[in-house]
């Protein structure tokens, strides 16, 4: 048991594990001060956080992480009517979560290595992504406002944000953590506005607050993954 401890614990850079340790402090501060009562968020909250560190590894057990907080994530949402939210992480974020998976270990930078390789997608690709995704997000925003969703415009955006960066996960792009990072943002904002209703909700505010900080870190960890197996392949 202490070996694979020291194991997990070598795995990661002395900046990664502290980047993980103050996330979930913040996690864990956030929802002792403002919700105390909805450990299902605690829990989706901190394995979020923890699924975006590997991620930012390139390791696929980020996409095993990912499913489950989809899971958990869906059910969260719909307690606030933010169907939106529920639809998306149930519907699309965690099957792309389940075929991301299947692509990330089909596709390793080295034999039996737990790190994906980076890949690169054409400008071609790259404009069948933005239609695609410009597709997606209007059938989500009739089927949204039928639902009557809360918050249209801001779940519809999510929509878009979250379609993009479930795309790019699946394309091994490094530009899947940027993606996911507007995704971050909108979701502040969407859970800020939860929260004038209901103060609990701040804790979540702050878990996609903590989720912002690890995204702009996996695309900066993803862009020297990059360089490095370009430098090997060379």
């Given at each position: 048991m202490k070996k694979a401890v020291k194991k997990a614990v070598m795995y990661f850079s002395k900046g990664e594990l502290i980047l993980w340790s103050v996330s979930v402090v913040f996690i864990l501060s956030s929802f002792f001060v403002f919700d105390r009562e909805n450990y299902m968020t605690l829990a989706a909250s901190?394995?979020?956080?923890?699924?975006?560190?590997f991620n930012a590894k390139g390791n696929p057990f980020g996409q095993v992480l990912m499913i489950v907080f989809s899971v958990i994530y869906g059910i969260i949402s719909f307690s606030f009517s933010y169907y939106g939210e529920m639809i998306t992480y149930l519907g699309?974020?965690?099957?792309?979560?389940?075929?991301?998976?299947?692509?990330?270990?089909?596709?390793?930078a080295a034999e039996?290595?737990?790190?994906?390789?980076?890949?690169?997608?054409?400008?071609?690709?790259?404009?069948?992504m933005f239609l695609l995704t410009f597709a997606v997000t209007a059938g989500f925003f009739f089927m949204l406002r039928a639902f009557k969703t809360?918050?249209?415009f801001f779940s519809t955006l999510?929509?878009?944000?979250?379609f993009l960066a479930v795309y790019l996960t699946f394309r091994r792009s490094r530009f899947f953590a940027l993606a996911y990072a507007a995704n971050d943002?909108?979701?502040?904002?969407?859970?800020?506005?939860?929260?004038?209703?209901?103060i609990s909700y701040i804790s979540v505010v702050i878990c996609f607050s903590v989720f912002l900080v690890n995204d702009i870190y996996g695309f900066v960890s993803w862009s020297r993954m990059r360089k490095r197996?370009?430098?090997q392949n060379a």
């Open positions: 901190v394995i979020g956080v923890t699924s975006l560190i699309m974020t965690m099957p792309m979560a389940v075929l991301s998976l299947v692509s990330w270990l089909r596709n390793p039996g290595k737990n790190e994906v390789k980076v890949n690169r997608i054409s400008k071609k690709e790259t404009a069948f809360a918050n249209l999510s929509v878009t944000t979250s943002v909108v979701l502040i904002v969407l859970w800020t506005l939860a929260s004038f209703s209901d197996q370009n430098g």
